[in-house]
Structure formats: structure tokens, C-alpha cells
């Protein structure tokens, strides 16, 4: 055993950590060094969002005294950067296992430095986090999550005064402060009296909200299948349908139970079909016109249409984006409600179809890094200038009007129900408006491959893999020349037939694109939250009324397919 690695140990065997801590540390020491090895490699990764990892004792590990590092470093920040000011931080927790706990450790760290907190009295959907940033004026705002990762996760994510999570330049200087932070210097005995806990007023307030970007009036009877997959929309997705004019969802009760360990599905994630198996069964017995399904923090959200012979189909986040985008922009525009102004926003791994649709309506089409905090970002960056319409990621997370600052479920929720109830009362559906689209723009084939390689020698080789594309990129994929590749790391174009280099104005990271001849778009990436390695293929094919999605997407699923072994995966 390395010997630095015990000397760490050993460290969280006596003060300041608590008897739990110091007898799981002392279990490790004794019985399992493999183990004891990957909670203390490294010091867990304060990121540009927050940090995300496996439950349990050590410096790679989420504890409270991790936690507690990472208020500490917040709050010396926030203090630098508001002197002065009352600060003021509101703070959420979702489903998961010691999620109030945490919440509570956290919350002492802030109430000793004389922080104003706002808690949720329970679990709350990550969008309401952001709203609450939004409306109570706070000065940051804290969310325990770890998204639809497996039970053992948790995580910490952070946000700015504007709802939105931190971008440059305080996530680097957070970051800073964070790693000054010694554990002996984290106080968890806190100041009660200055938690308040958020009232019912707020939910009330953004139900208002959404009632407000409707832009239909018409028949909202439609039957709508709902799962919370165990998590925090149990309740308010209901209430929010229910508030602008939808019927209330039938809910699949086995998963509406909070459950940090999710216990019925294998994943708790809407791009997962299992997970929204038993939704899609309830809509096929009950003739439903719509299917729900939202992951653990409420953020995303995955969707189920019938297609022209009545079976369900569930949709990637690509084509539920195409539907909700062109929905916003045809129906601002017929209404002579379009800003002068307007855009809408995407990541780069995010279908170009969103860019297609927006040209057609003379509205920007703002692209960003992938991760909803640049399309936030985006938004701050336009306050004033121009206005946001929606925006959305091909990770099913989208968001419409701009009060909050984040991917949302919720809001998300209502529209897809009103793009349905419109389609429905004027003799069409989701399905054929996705197809309306393929046949105006073609058909664009998008898929996700993820290579998972957990621990310190996992990431040892999503590194070797990264440096691999980059210094020797692919001379041709699928039977296709590749033409071009974008390293955003670096910040270069190269243009390969022609052996050019340019600069790419954009911001840093570690990612990689490349373009075949044909209009193909491969993106590589390391996931920021998880120990994977992420392929995003974009194929582009063209589409007549007469086609069915199965095929085409069966002959797009046989190109990635032979692009992946090109790759060597």
C-alpha cells in the first residue's frame, strides 16, 4: 500500500472525524486495502459544477467533511465576493440515500459563517432550486443530487445568484477556495435560527410562471401517463399539469414512492426504455396519449408518444427537442408573438435539426458546450439584448422561457402535454409532427454510446483514449472520409484534406469532434459527472412521408454500429 495513501487513512481515524468515520476507516485499514486505496487515491473532484461520487468515508469519497471542504471553500468565497452583504443561499435536496443529513452538515457550515439559508422542508426537484435562487434573491444556491446515477452516489451542485449553475469565473475561483479548506478548519455547529424554511407561497408563484408560457387555449383533454421514477416530481408535476388545465396524470404507484436505492428499475434514468417500462404499459392499457417519466432530481425528462398505428414509441431528446422548439416558434410566430430578438439554445452534441428549425423562422440558434449551465449562461449573457424562447440537450433536458435557469421537468411537463393537445384537436399528433419535420428537414439519426471504465486505472484509460483521437484522428468512418475535426481543448479546426489549422473561438474543453464528408458528426467526450468515456454520432439521412422512423433508424443504428468498430469500441 502506497504510504501516503495510509498516512491519509490514518488521519480519518482520530479528531476531528466522528466515531462512525474513524470505525469505517479502521474496517478499511484492516480487512479491505483495495478498497481503502480508491477512497483515498485522490481528494474527490470539486468540478466546474460541484462534485459527484460514491457515498462514504475517505477524501474520495461524499461525507459530510467532503461536503463540509466544499461549504467552507463557498463560503469564503461568497464572502470575498459580496463583502459586506448578508448572504443568502437556498439549498435542496432530492430522493437519495442520507440525502437530508448531508443537507443538514452543509447547512451548519453555512449558518456558522452567519448565512441566511432557505431549505426546503423535503426533497425538491433541482429546477425548483434554481427558481428559488431566482426569486428568494439569494446569492448562490446548493443542491444535494447525483442525477439518475446508482444508489451508492451522491453529489453537490452549485449555483450563481442568476439560478444558474457557476461558470467561469467562479467556478475556477470556488474551486481555489475549496482546496485551501483543511477538514481540522470545517465547523459543523451552525446557527439554527438562521434557517428558513421555503414556503408553499414559492411553488404557487412558479406554477403562475408556467401558466404563463402557454400559447394554447384550446381542449387540454388529454390522458397522460406519469412516473417519478422514485423521486422528487411525485408531487409537483401532478399539481403543475393540474394548475394549467391538464388532467391530473395516472401515476405508476410502484415508483411514486421516494426511494434512494429505486428500487424497481436497474437505472433511474428516462433515456433508459426499462425505466419507463411499467409507465408504457399503463398508457398501452389505458389508451393513453401521452407518457412521462422524470429521473431522480427532476431536471430531465423522458417521453412516450403512439405513433399512427397506436404503439408507443419512446423518444430521444433530440426529437422531443425538434417537436418543442419548432412547436414554440411556429406558434410565437403565427400569434405575432415573436421578439424582434429571439433565440434559442443548444449544446454541441445537440442535434443541428434545433439550427434548422430556427433558421426558418429567422431566430438565432445559440450553440454552447455541452451541460445546461452554458445555455444558462447564454441566457445572462443576452439578458436585455435578446430574448430566450427554450433551449434543450440531447441528455433530455430542456427548458422553456427563462425565470428558471436550469433543465426542467416540470416546465417541460406542461408544454409537451399542451404540443400534444393542440396537435390532437387539430387531427395530428407528436408523432407525425416529429415526422412533419424529418420530411421539411431530413432525418437526422442521433445516439449515445457510453463506455463506463470506474476507478483510478477507468480513468487512467479515458485518457489514453482522449490523447489517442487527438493526436492520431480517424482518416475515414462509416466508408466516409473525415474532413474536419474540432478540438476544444485546444481550441483548433483542423481541415484534414487540406491540412489546415484554425483558431475555434470558443470556450475550453475537453472534447472532440469529427465531420465526415457526408454531413456525419462524431463527438467524443469524458463525462464531467461520471466515470465514463461518451460517443455522440449524428448521422444525417434523407426522408420521404412514406418511410417508417423503425427502418430508418435500424439503418442508422447499422452505421453507428460500423463507425463504433472504426473506432475500435
Partial sequence: MNENITKKALNWTKAPFDENTQKSVNELIENNPQELYECFYKDIDFGTGGMRGIMGAGTNRINKYTLGQASEGLSRYLKKHFPEQEIRIAIAHDTRNNARELMEAVQSVFTGHDFQVFSFPDFAATPLLSYAVRTLKCHAGIVLTASHNPPKYNGYKVYWNDGGQIVPPHDEAIIAEVRKVKYHEISFQGKPEKITSIHEDLITGYFEKIKGLSLYNGDKQIKTVFTPLHGTTVHVLPDALEACGFNRPIIIEEQATPDGNFSTVASPNPEEPEALKMAVQKAI?????????????????????????????????????????????????????????????????????????????????????????????????????????????????????????????????????????????????????????????????????????????????????????????????????????????????????????????????????????????????????????????????????????????????????????????
Avoid at 373 to 378: P, Q
Avoid at 398 to 423: C, H, N, P
Fill in 285 to 569: 392499457d389505458t389508451k393513453a396519449d401521452l407518457v412521462l417519466g422524470t429521473d431522480p432530481d427532476g431536471d430531465r425528462i423522458g417521453i412516450g408518444v403512439p405513433d399512427e398505428k397506436g404503439n408507443f414509441v419512446l423518444l430521444n431528446g433530440n426529437q422531443t427537442a425538434a417537436v418543442l422548439i419548432n412547436y414554440l416558434l411556429s406558434q410565437h410566430q403565427d400569434q405575432g408573438k415573436m421578439p424582434k430578438q429571439a433565440f434559442i439554445a443548444k449544446t454541441i452534441v445537440t442535434t443541428d435539426l434545433l439550427a434548422e428549425i430556427a433558421h426558418t423562422y429567422a431566430v438565432d440558434c445559440l450553440e454552447c458546450l455541452t451541460g445546461f449551465k452554458w445555455i444558462a449562461a447564454l441566457i445572462r449573457e443576452n439578458e436585455g439584448k435578446k430574448k430566450f424562447i427554450g433551449g434543450g440537450e440531447e441528455s433530455y433536458g430542456y427548458l422553456i422561457g427563462d425565470f428558471v435557469r436550469d433543465k426542467d421537468s416540470i416546465i417541460s411537463a406542461v408544454m409537451i402535454a399542451e404540443v400534444v393537445a393542440w396537435a390532437k384537436n387539430r387531427g395530428s399528433s407528436f408523432y407525425k409532427e416529429l415526422k412533419k419535420l424529418y420530411n421539411t428537414y431530413g432525418y437526422y439519426h442521433d445516439q449515445l454510446y457510453s463506455l463506463t471504465l470506474e476507478g483510478s486505472e477507468g480513468a487512467k484509460r479515458i485518457n489514453e483514449m482522449m490523447n489517442r483521437f487527438r493526436q492520431t484522428p480517424p482518416s475515414s468512418l462509416m466508408g466516409e472520409r473525415v474532413v474536419k475535426m474540432k478540438d476544444f481543448k485546444e481550441g483548433k479546426l483542423r481541415l484534414l484534406a487540406e491540412n489546415e489549422i484554425h483558431e475555434l473561438d470558443f470556450e475550453r474543453s475537453n472534447v472532440l469532434q469529427f465531420f465526415t464528408e457526408k454531413g456525419s458528426r462524431i463527438t467524443v467526450r469524458p463525462s464531467g459527472t461520471e466515470p465514463k468515456i461518451k460517443f455522440y454520432f449524428s448521422i444525417k439521412e434523407s426522408f420521404s412521408g412514406n418511410m417508417s422512423l423503425e427502418a430508418l433508424e435500424m439503418k442508422g443504428t447499422e452505421k453507428v454500429e460500423k463507425c463504433k468498430a472504426d473506432l475500435g469500441l
